[in-house]
């Protein structure tokens, strides 16, 4: 027989995803969501529930009140950072899972979806905060070690980051990012930070340079860290036949795969042939 070659795609049949992570929740998130919005980039923003009403010294330190969430970040993904940012892999481990889950619980109270992605507090996670995430039903957890590369995470619940914006390589690897053009891989790259970190090194125009350069991309995919991860929880489903030429995909999404170099879309539910 003549085998085919099938590949795993991204939505559309590309194979190149951009994805942000901001962390604290503060004021100046209002600023970077505009502006994500204006070059259509999605985020996502990974907030403390309970600190909401912390006093604080400068005004950028403030945060956005719960209630706003829900209509600011819509279209992005808000995620966990625990209820009140302690390195949690000193805690005790009650405290640790509380820290967790009374922030999911509060984050789906305010936001009436469920929540299952987390960024660790001062970067702080051991292999028992891994387990216990798993406990909580959260799927992916984002570190700060920098992989100044484009591979897919091995492991959502230490999923390395490329770079922070603060990198000196952002925009040597924003123009390599753009330049990839070879589709033997899936390939992402994946920007984290703080949004008040604008406001105290006072240089927007760093992340406004990079949503001018990046959006609007017809061969980059532009999805929050939980839209990576289901995506490719369906497409990791999808039931391909050995001949290939029909596939069953039982997940409620399209999935999108390569057969000779053709794009094809798997509705959610159906068999499709090709
Ligand atoms: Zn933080």
Same mark, same amino acid.
């Given at each position: 027989?003549?085998?085919? +070659?099938? &590949?795993?795609?991204?939505?559309?049949g590309?194979?190149?995803v951009?994805?942000? !992570? &901001?962390?604290?929740?503060?004021? #100046?998130?209002?600023?970077?969501?505009?502006?994500?919005?204006?070059?259509?980039?999605?985020g996502?923003? +990974?907030?403390? =529930?309970?600190?909401? /009403?912390?006093?604080?010294?400068?005004?950028?330190?403030?945060? $956005?009140?719960? !209630?706003?969430?829900?209509?600011?970040?819509?279209?992005?993904?808000? #995620?966990? *950072?625990?209820?009140?940012?302690?390195?949690i892999?000193?805690c005790?481990?009650?405290?640790?899972?509380?820290?967790v889950?009374?922030?999911?619980?509060?984050?789906e109270? @305010?936001l009436?979806?469920?929540?299952?992605?987390?960024?660790?507090? +001062?970067?702080?996670?051991?292999? +028992?905060?891994?387990?216990?995430?798993?406990? /909580?039903?959260?799927?992916? @957890?984002?570190?700060?070690?920098?992989?100044?590369?484009?591979g897919?995470?091995?492991?959502?619940?230490?999923?390395n980051?490329? /770079?922070? *914006?603060? !990198?000196? =390589?952002?925009?040597?690897?924003?123009?390599?990012?753009?330049?990839?053009?070879?589709? %033997?891989?899936?390939?992402?790259?994946?920007?984290?930070?703080?949004s008040?970190?604008?406001?105290?090194?006072?240089?927007?125009?760093v992340?406004?340079?990079?949503?001018?350069?990046?959006?609007?991309?017809?061969?980059?995919w532009?999805?929050?860290?939980?839209?990576?991860?289901?995506?490719?929880?369906?497409?990791?489903?999808l %039931?391909? !036949?050995?001949?290939?030429?029909? @596939? &069953?995909?039982?997940s409620?999404?399209?999935?999108?795969?390569?057969?000779?170099?053709?794009? $094809?879309?798997?509705?959610?539910?159906?068999?499709?042939?090709?």
């Open positions: 027989m003549n085998l085919r +070659n099938v &590949y795993t795609t991204f939505p559309g590309k194979h190149k951009l994805t942000l !992570s &901001y962390d604290d929740g503060k004021i #100046a998130d209002r600023r970077l969501v505009a502006l994500f919005n204006e070059y259509g980039l999605k996502t923003f +990974n907030v403390n =529930s309970g600190l909401e /009403c912390k006093e604080f010294s400068k005004p950028y330190e403030e945060r $956005i009140p719960l !209630s706003e969430y829900k209509e600011l970040y819509k279209g992005h993904e808000v #995620a966990c *950072h625990t209820v009140m940012h302690p390195t892999a000193r005790p481990k009650e405290q640790m899972v509380l820290q889950i009374e922030d999911r619980r509060k984050l109270e @305010a009436g979806v469920t929540v299952r992605g987390l960024a660790y507090p +001062n970067g702080s996670f051991s292999d +028992n905060v891994v387990d216990a995430l798993k406990a /909580c039903g959260i799927r992916h @957890a984002r570190t700060v070690f920098s992989t100044l590369g484009f897919m995470p091995e492991d959502y619940l230490r999923w980051p490329t /770079c922070s *914006h603060k !990198s000196e =390589s952002l925009l040597k690897l924003s123009e390599d990012f753009l330049n990839l053009h070879k589709t %033997q891989y899936l390939y992402m790259m994946y920007v984290w930070g703080h008040y970190e604008f406001e105290i090194d006072n240089n927007w125009n992340i406004e340079d990079f949503a001018k350069k990046m959006g609007g991309k017809d061969d980059i532009y999805a929050t860290n939980i839209e990576i991860v289901d995506y490719l929880d369906a497409a990791d489903r %039931q391909v !036949s050995v001949n290939a030429d029909f @596939a &069953y995909n039982p409620a999404m399209s999935v999108w795969i390569e057969v000779d170099k053709k794009h $094809i879309e798997c509705k959610p539910g159906v068999i499709t042939s090709f």
